[in-house]
């Protein structure tokens, strides 16, 4: 039984899409004591092509990500306490060395976005181009986002708890960016985003740590890496292109000398919502359905925090944070559609 202060408490769920945003969900849920049921229609997921990076400073512009003070401490709780009840290992603690691509990166940089989450030891000799420098980002690492939804699944599976169920007190949508052809959710205003990333092989180069450049290098051991990502906003089919590949190659020859050999390319579409923060709640409309999405690139610095909101609001109806509140974001959709229409 599910531990809620309210007798107007969801105690059922189904929940339709076995992502990151679905399955971190349906276990946060399931681990507070409601009856969940799980459907995945084995669509393209972004989140089986995700590097699973996770940082509190993106960006080109160095910043501190949004609420990423909040995110990122229960990242660091999540995730490990999943391994240890899974048995399996998929979170790795990473410093990432920031490389500079100008000087004037460089300058802003003097503006630190956090006080404990940068570090500006000297870089270590490397086979790298960095002639401004770069600075180490700490608090982040990687999460293999397949490993742990496949055990995920494995467990719900066994359980009795995956397939159809229409009969609950809510439905919850956590469909990527296919929600973005969905009748009821396609009004909440998307941007989505399509990716490439490439493993590639490069002899020489250290693992031991993420270079972040105009692309990142993530290491995998044996000295391959995670190459990523592009993003097209124009097209969302989530097939590898030429063109990503090439973009990805060019950014890789002006990071470092080294020869280097591809062992995979992959590509996905990220669910980005027009207001590029998440959104979660009821269909203004129809308060029994449920959407969780818009993770954009950062689905694992913001997948352990969304859903302790989320079970915050039903057990005890605490708000979630405004900017992410679904009612909120298709009124706002609406409103801007009505004034583009006069
Ligand atoms: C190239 C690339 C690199 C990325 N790198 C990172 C990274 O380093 N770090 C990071 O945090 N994020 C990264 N991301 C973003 C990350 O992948 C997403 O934020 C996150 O995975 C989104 O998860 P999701 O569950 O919302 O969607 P998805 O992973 O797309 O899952 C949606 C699921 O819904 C299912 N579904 C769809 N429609 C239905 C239906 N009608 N009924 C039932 N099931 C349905 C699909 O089958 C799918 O399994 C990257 C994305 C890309 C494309």
Not at 64 to 70: G, K, M, N, T, V
Not at 112 to 130: M, N, S, W, Y
Not at 296 to 313: E, T
Request: hydrophobic share 40%; net charge positive; charged share 20%.
């Amino acid at each position: 039984m599910s531990d809620c202060a309210s007798a107007s408490c969801p105690r059922s769920l189904s929940i339709r899409g076995h992502g990151l945003a679905g399955a971190l969900l349906a276990e946060t849920a399931s681990a507070a004591g409601f009856q969940v049921k799980v459907h995945d229609a084995g669509l393209p997921a972004a989140s089986r092509v995700a590097a699973g990076l996770f940082t509190p400073v993106t960006g080109q512009r160095l910043r501190l990500s949004w609420r990423a003070e909040d995110a990122l401490p229960l990242c660091h709780r999540v995730y490990p306490a999943l391994e240890q009840t899974l048995g399996v290992s998929f979170y790795t603690r990473l410093p990432t060395l920031r490389i500079f691509s100008t000087a004037a990166q460089r300058e802003e940089w003097a503006e630190k976005p956090c006080a404990d989450c940068v570090q500006t030891r000297p870089l270590p000799p490397l086979p790298i181009h960095a002639p401004h420098g770069g600075v180490w980002i700490e608090g982040g690492g990687w999460v293999n986002v397949p490993v742990l939804l496949d055990a995920l699944r494995a467990r719900r599976v066994a359980r009795g708890e995956w397939g159809e169920h229409a009969d609950t007190d809510l439905r919850i949508d956590c469909t990527g960016h296919h929600a973005a052809r969905h009748p009821l959710w396609r009004e909440t205003g998307w941007r989505n985003a399509r990716g490439d990333v490439l493993t590639v092989e490069i002899p020489g180069l250290p693992g031991g740590r993420i270079y972040s450049f105009d692309k990142f290098l993530m290491p995998l051991g044996n000295g391959q890496f995670r190459l990523g990502a592009t993003y097209d906003w124009e097209e969302t089919e989530p097939v590898p292109t030429a063109r990503g590949r090439q973009t990805l190659e060019s950014a890789l020859r002006a990071f470092t000398d080294l020869p280097y050999r591809i062992l995979d390319h992959q590509a996905g579409v990220r669910p980005v919502a027009v207001a590029r923060v998440p959104v979660a709640g009821p269909h203004p409309d129809h308060p029994r359905e449920w959407i969780l999405n818009g993770y954009g690139s950062k689905g694992v610095l913001y997948a352990p925090w969304m859903c302790q909101n989320i079970l915050q609001y039903w057990q005890h109806k605490a708000p979630l944070p405004k900017e992410t509140w679904a009612p909120r974001r298709i009124q706002r959709q609406r409103d801007r559609n009505s004034t583009n229409a006069l």
